[in-house]
């Protein structure tokens, strides 16, 4: 994926990936859609290795493994992001409702189905 610098929309949906996909991402810093729905990925959200992507318009990483809280402050970093989909995780504990307000893209959240 490294070599694809100008990938904009990348469908990695319904496969076995685990967690060791996102440094692969990285590189590809024009992506604005990105669909890593119902794999194996766990943990705690991979901000760090989002970061970069600071292009993405949509992002899905709902039916995966994740867990503990949901860094919205982080994913304040990512501006231009307008549809973010978490659900059916395992996040729990508060959220930072100041980090949503400053996401002011967002048009399309949705958490539901954690914990």
Known sequence: ??????????????NYLNNSIFPFLNAATYLTTLFLR?????????AKELKDLTNL?????????FNGSIPVQELSALRKLKALDLSSNEFSGP????????????????LSRNK
Request: proline share 4%; charged share 30%.
């Open 95 to 110: 959220m930072e409702l100041q980090g949503v307000c400053e996401m002011k893209n967002m048009q399309d959240l949705d």
């Open 38 to 46: 119902e794999n194996y990925l766990d943990g705690p959200f991979p």
């Open 57 to 65: 318009e949509l992002l899905d990483l709902s039916f995966n493994r």
């Open 1 to 14: 994926l490294g070599r694809l610098r100008n990938l904009e929309i990348l469908d990695l949906s319904f």
